[in-house]
């Protein structure tokens, strides 16, 4: 596709479920970052892939967290046993080489 | 880990400058970029600049980078109402961004 695909857009989930983000990149793309940017905030790094290298999770907040991507094609945001505290929109956003990150729309998450 | 700050809120009024200012913590940054997002928008890249450099003009944007102080701002000369909107300045570090709380730009008429 021309751009960074999010799915779905809006998530509304019950406290406890799991969810699964989805992301779809530029084709090409090496780079992979997902970010959280909860209501009025910055953006809060989770995790980058970079091709086929071991990922950098330092910013996954808990281990209820986790995140997939096989070598340079779709990604996938699991939390699992959803809180409050998690309703913020996800952002994905890929990178070539050298180049400037492409953001996706994001995925509104919001637990009741 | 690096920190990247940014102040929360400049407000100006429209055909004035603009300055929005960054400050990050460390000093083997590869790229610096501004990202701007509008209202129930996504993140759109503004300009970016090489660490090498010091100074990048794109139209109304002027970017500076103070490696020493490790300063970056972003001016945008005759501000305009359109360019109400966040703005965030990201570090590039080796592959990782990360990326500043963000500046909410508001312009009056």
């Known amino acids: 596709g021309a751009g960074v695909s999010q799915s779905p857009s809006n998530k509304v989930t019950e406290k406890g479920k799991d969810v699964e983000l989805r992301c779809d990149p530029i084709s090409g793309h090496t780079a992979l970052y997902w970010y959280r940017q909860r209501l009025g905030q910055g953006l809060e790094f989770l995790i980058y892939?970079?091709?086929?290298?071991?990922?950098?999770k330092s910013g996954l907040p808990s281990d209820r967290f986790s995140a997939e991507r096989t070598g340079e094609s779709v990604s996938t945001l699991t939390i699992q046993r959803t809180q409050q505290e998690d309703s913020a929109v996800y952002l994905c956003a890929t990178m070539a080489l050298n180049t400037e990150a492409f953001f996706g729309q994001g995925t509104r998450l919001t637990v009741v | 880990g690096e920190d990247v700050e940014q102040s929360l809120f400049l407000s100006v009024r429209e055909g004035d400058s603009s300055v929005i200012n960054c400050t990050y913590t460390d000093s083997s940054s590869t790229y610096l970029y501004w990202y701007k997002q509008e209202p129930g928008a996504g993140l759109q890249l503004l300009t970016y600049i090489f660490s090498n450099m010091d100074m990048k003009q794109d139209q109304r944007l002027t970017v500076l980078l103070n490696k020493k102080d490790k300063h970056l701002s972003l001016r945008i000369a005759d501000t305009q109402t359109g360019d109400s909107a966040i703005y965030f300045c990201?570090?590039?570090?080796?592959?990782?961004?990360?990326f500043g709380q963000g500046t909410e730009l508001s312009v009056k008429p």
């Open positions: 990201a570090d590039r570090l080796g592959g990782k961004l990360i």
């Open positions: 892939f970079q091709g086929n290298s071991a990922p950098d």
